[in-house]
Structure formats: structure tokens, C-alpha cells
């Protein structure tokens, strides 16, 4: 008994010592699944990103604090790049989830196939470049790094990362913030009071119809645009427009060619392209529609009268004193 006593401590220890043994080499096995970044940069360095897509391809340029198409220096949505290098950089890796080229075209991240192509340059050199593709869940994009083999699934939306220079260009760059005078074919019409006043070709002045003037005024103030203009067809008759604030006035160009509609101003070395409803509610608009009822009435009537007196001079008759 007293010999059997030892013997079990002993056999109890080694287990121990062997339960022990075994635990620590399988935590020092165990893999730890990784966490790395998918690409790192310092935000702020970045001056230069151009994305490319399927169809198209866009290079937004930093000038000071400021974001613009580099190709025509047009002012585009900050607050939207900022959010995208913010996504960028908290990209994670995790799991591999392909490392051989063949994987490449089938997930859209081969060099000559993919649905983003996005490269980040600092001081014209390029500090990352990555292909995102196809996606593997809700808000998920696989991802591959220029010049790594392995494909991951990261936190990256195709939707935020457009190819097109449209979708990021900022649309409220012909709005005006008030009007106080406009003029368009051969009408004037200013702020006078509460209300407005209408001049016509011949100098004659009426009083405005506010609530026609206003609703004009309003389409100015929410005009928006849809694209940058490559070219304005030559051979199309622009409609002028000129509007007034203070001391600051502007020369709006508006053009239509088939169904295409563009805008200019005085104060912007580009055209743009608009819709057709933002066109007609402006360059068509007809501008004794201005004038007060009132005013539209004696109009209307000087021109019936007119009409007749014409009409009885074709006839021979004369009218009596």
C-alpha cells in the first residue's frame, strides 16, 4: 500500500505534466487568423487618385484643401473622396480567399479584367494601387493588391468607387444663392419692393407677377448639372440669360442639340450638360408669362384691338372718329 501511494502521485504528476505539454503545443500551433491592412498610406499625402471601371476611367486631383477633376479643374464632392480613402485604410485582409492567377479574371482583379482599378499617388509618385471586384456579400468586394497574387474579401463597396466623372462632380456648380434682377429676349425684370417690375423691349414697364417670377427664379437657384460638356455643337443658337445680385452679375448660355441640353456661365471656362426639364423651365420659358394678369389682360387686348383695326383696313373700311 505504501509502495502503491508514490507510484500514483507519480503517475498523476506525469500526466499532468503531459496534459500540460500538449495544451501549450496546441495554443503554439494554433493559427491565428490574420489582420492586416489591405493598404496603408497617410491620407493626407494623397493628392492624386485615379479610378478606373469597365468603361470609363477619372483622375481627381487635391489643389489645397480642395478636390477637382484634373482634366478640367471642375470642383468635385470632397466629403465622398475623403470617405473613400477613410474605407481604404480600414480595409482588413483576413483570409486569402485566392492566391493563384487564374482566380484573378473569374473574381475581376486580373490587370486586363476588373470592375475597379484604383491607384493613389503622393507628389506624383504612386504609393498603392488594388483591383476590387466582384462581390461576395452585402458591401463586400474581393480585393487584390498590384503585385500580390492573393485575393481577399474586404469591407469595400463598388458603388463608392465610380469610374465616371459625373458621379462625382459637384451638380450645383451653375446654381445662383439669390436673384434680385434677370433679363432674357429683351425683357428685364428686378426686384422692386415686395415685388418685382418688368421692363419689355420698347421700355415700357409693368408690374411683375411675383409668383410666376419666383418659381423662375427658383429653377435658377436649383439648377443642377449632370455632366462636364466635351463640346457644344457650333452651329446651335444660344439662349441668353443674364442675372443679377448686388454688383455681381452673371451670362447663363443655354443649348439644346437633339436631345441634349448644355449650360454655361460667364464665370466658368467649362459647359455642361443638363436635362431637358431644367432646360425648358429656363430657356423656354415665355417671358410674358412675367407680367401680372392685369397687365397680360390690357396686353391681350391691345393686341385684339389691333388685330381688328388691321383687319378692317384690309377691308377698305375706315373706322369713325
Known amino acids: 500500500m505504501k509502495l502503491t501511494q508514490p507510484l500514483l502521485a507519480t503517475l498523476l504528476v506525469g500526466q499532468l505534466l503531459l496534459v500540460g505539454v500538449l495544451l501549450f503545443q496546441a495554443k503554439s500551433n494554433a493559427t491565428v487568423r490574420p489582420d492586416s491592412a489591405l493598404v496603408e498610406f497617410d491620407i493626407q499625402s494623397i493628392d492624386r487618385l485615379s479610378i478606373e471601371d469597365k468603361e470609363s476611367s477619372v ?53 486586363d479584367s476588373f470592375n475597379r482599378k484604383v491607384s493613389l499617388f503622393a507628389n506624383d509618385e504612386e504609393v498603392a494601387s488594388l483591383f476590387v471586384g466582384t462581390s461576395p456579400g452585402l458591401r463586400r468586394s474581393h480585393a487584390r493588391v498590384a503585385g500580390s497574387d492573393e485575393v481577399y474579401s474586404v469591407a469595400l463597396n463598388d458603388y463608392d468607387i465610380p469610374g465616371n466623372r459625373s458621379d462625382w462632380i459637384e451638380t450645383d456648380i451653375v446654381t445662383v444663392d439669390s436673384v434680385e434682377q434677370f433679363m432674357i429676349a429683351n425683357y428685364t425684370v428686378v426686384a422692386d419692393g415686395a415685388g418685382w417690375k418688368v421692363t419689355s423691349g420698347d421700355g415700357e414697364d409693368s408690374e411683375g407677377d411675383k409668383d410666376a417670377i419666383e418659381e423662375f427664379t427658383q429653377q435658377l437657384k436649383n439648377l443642377r448639372v449632370l455632366d462636364v460638356a466635351d463640346s457644344i455643337p457650333e452651329e446651335a443658337v444660344p439662349v441668353a440669360l443674364q442675372v443679377g445680385s448686388g454688383d455681381h452679375q452673371l451670362t447663363y448660355e443655354f443649348v439644346s442639340d437633339d436631345d441634349n441640353y448644355y449650360v454655361s456661365r460667364s464665370d466658368n471656362d467649362n459647359s455642361f450638360k443638363i436635362s431637358q426639364s431644367a432646360y425648358n423651365a429656363i430657356a423656354d420659358v415665355d417671358p410674358t408669362s412675367f407680367l401680372s394678369a392685369f397687365e397680360e389682360e390690357i396686353s391681350a387686348g391691345n393686341d385684339t384691338s389691333n388685330e381688328n383695326l388691321d383687319s378692317q383696313l384690309d377691308d377698305g373700311t375706315e373706322t369713325a372718329d
Open 59 to 111: 483622375v481627381l486631383k487635391r489643389v489645397s484643401d480642395a478636390w477637382q477633376l484634373e482634366e478640367s479643374a471642375v470642383p468635385v464632392n470632397s466629403a465622398r473622396i475623403d470617405t473613400l480613402l477613410e474605407n481604404l485604410t480600414a480595409a482588413r485582409t483576413g483570409w486569402a480567399v485566392a492566391t493563384r492567377d487564374e482566380s484573378h479574371r473569374q473574381l475581376e482583379v486580373a490587370e
